[in-house]
């Protein structure tokens, strides 16, 4: 019912700065918190950075003062700013959002994931 699209990612060098953002588009929905993970090649998944319904946020230790999350309710749009990129920041990148969906007269609490896109952080 709520469909998540990602735009950004691709090749930076290290150091280098990249910005990713994820639209929710869907019928009658809520955000509560909307955020980013990420996966490496042979590593479980693992949370970057989330913003909730009221803009508090939460950011792994290791993108601390790198990486900003912000959030546009409007549009239901979030943002992950990155920037002193480091190769180990290589991984698919994922949008989730935890959402109140309205179905069938009732709300339901569902989570949503987006495709993943592709940040590379070359050396």
């Known amino acids: 019912q709520v469909q998540l699209v990602e735009s950004g990612g691709g090749l930076v060098q290290s150091g280098g700065s990249l910005g990713l953002s994820c639209a929710a588009s869907g019928r009658t929905f809520s955000i509560n918190t909307i955020g980013w993970y990420r996966q490496a090649p042979g590593k479980q998944r693992e949370l970057v950075a989330v913003i909730g319904s009221g803009g508090r946020t939460n950011y792994a230790d290791s993108v601390k003062g790198r990486f900003t999350i912000s959030r546009d309710n409007a549009k239901n749009t979030v943002y992950l700013q990155m920037s002193s990129l480091k190769p180990e920041d290589t991984a698919v990148y994922y949008c989730?959002?935890?959402?109140?969906?309205?179905?069938?007269?009732?709300?339901?609490?569902?989570?949503?994931w987006g495709q993943g896109t592709q940040v590379t952080v070359s050396s």
């Open positions: 989730n959002c935890n959402v109140k969906v309205l179905v069938t007269g009732t709300w339901v609490l569902a989570e949503y």
